[in-house]
């Protein structure tokens, strides 16, 4: 392969749909709006979501509960997925290099499903009751960052 016998992916590159532009095109007289209604008249623009009338789905269904805008979001990682990892010390760094956090800025939480064998430091930004009691356990550290 080079420079000379390179091609685009297939229908990477469609040319533009010309309406208007006569019989012959495909696409001429009406342009592809149809015949009268509301979407053939020049101006016409729909709200997101408009059903012609009809209650549109998002009204239809029913609105419950609350979202509170300054929750605090955290990764979680259980202990089983620590222990299958064998390393003495977890910090977030090692975290984001292993993949198990996406952003160097994510919050971590770890949770206590599954048992340590060996002693390990970890450090995270929470840790739950049993997490923190089952490292402590196995002889380990719970760091809390901040």
């Known amino acids: ?3 000379s016998n390179l091609r685009a992916p297939a229908k990477a590159n469609r040319n533009k ?4 532009r006569g019989m012959g095109s495909g696409h001429g007289k009406t342009s592809t ?3 009268k209604g509301q979407g053939s008249r020049s101006g016409s623009s729909l709200m997101r979501g408009f059903e012609g009338g009809q209650m549109p789905l998002h ?3 029913p609105k419950r509960g609350f979202t509170n805008i300054f929750r605090t979001e955290y ?3 259980n202990l089983h997925r620590i222990a299958e990892m064998g390393e003495a010390e977890l910090t977030h760094e090692r975290l984001l290099a292993l993949g198990f956090l ?3 800025n994510e ?5 206590g499903t599954g048992e340590l064998s060996a002693a390990i430091t970890v450090h995270a930004h929470r840790f739950s009751k049993s997490a923190q009691q089952k490292i402590e356990a196995a002889g380990g550290r719970a760091v809390l960052l901040s």
């Not at 749909?17 to 208007?20: A, I, S, Y």
């Not at 919050?107 to 949770?111: C, S």
């Open 33 to 35: 709006r149809g015949h």
């Open 59 to 61: 009204r239809r269904l």
């Open 75 to 77: 990764t979680v990682l």
């Open 102 to 104: 996406k952003r160097r």
């Open 107 to 111: 919050l971590l939480k770890i949770l």
């Open 17 to 20: 749909k010309r309406v208007g």
């Open 1 to 3: 392969m080079n420079l």
